[in-house]
């Protein structure tokens, strides 16, 4: 049985660096996702038997926009319905906002579509490795 909490205040931001690597989303620091959760509005945490299973967390200003990042899921875990929960969770932390944003790994959008997202089609991004982004399917040259 998964135990949820939306309280970083027993986070070992050690093992949600694994976490993040394993799901994968990339090798983000302990340092680093301390930092971002601490900066987020809304964050859950999912544990099973005290071990770390799901992370995710949204960026939001109270009103307007609420952008939903960073969800993490244990491979083990993955296609139980954890990543569904996480996101449902954090849509309703931001249901008062009038847009909800989304940010995917490329290749898991036919997931985040079956949970009511649709492509927004003017987004934009500048990414501090700008040649890593395009070659990891997150940008492309505007046509």
Same mark, same amino acid.
Not at 134 to 139: F, V
């Given at each position: 049985?998964?135990?949820?909490?939306?309280?970083?205040?027993?986070?070992?931001?050690? !093992?949600? !660096?694994?976490?993040?690597?394993?799901?994968?989303?990339?090798?983000?620091?302990?340092?680093?996702?301390?930092?971002?959760?601490?900066?987020?509005?809304?964050?859950?945490?999912?544990?099973?038997?005290?071990?770390? /299973?799901?992370?995710?967390?949204?960026?939001?200003?109270?009103?307007?926009?609420?952008?939903?990042?960073?969800?993490? /899921?244990?491979?083990?875990?993955?296609?139980?319905?954890? $990543?569904?929960?996480? /996101?449902?969770?954090? /849509?309703?932390?931001?249901? !008062?906002?009038?847009?909800?944003?989304?940010?995917?790994?490329? $290749?898991?959008?036919?997931?985040?579509?079956?949970?009511?997202?649709?492509?927004?089609?003017?987004?934009?991004?500048?990414?501090?490795?700008?040649?890593?982004?395009? !070659?990891? $399917?997150?940008?492309?040259?505007?046509?």
């Amino acid at each position: 049985m998964l135990i949820w909490t939306n309280s970083q205040e027993e986070v070992d931001w050690t !093992e949600l !660096e694994t976490l993040y690597r394993l799901a994968p989303l990339g090798n983000k620091s302990a340092t680093h996702l301390k930092l971002v959760f601490g900066n987020s509005m809304f964050k859950w945490f999912a544990r099973e038997e005290g071990k770390l /299973v799901a992370a995710g967390r949204a960026l939001a200003d109270g009103a307007d926009c609420s952008y939903i990042c960073d969800i993490a /899921v244990l491979p083990s875990h993955q296609g139980m319905g954890v $990543g569904k929960e996480m /996101v449902s969770r954090l /849509v309703a932390d931001s249901k !008062e906002h009038k847009k909800i944003i989304l940010y995917s790994v490329p $290749g898991k959008e036919s997931f985040y579509k079956k949970l009511g997202f649709l492509r927004l089609l003017t987004g934009m991004a500048i990414f501090q490795d700008r040649e890593s982004g395009i !070659e990891r $399917g997150y940008l492309s040259e505007v046509a």
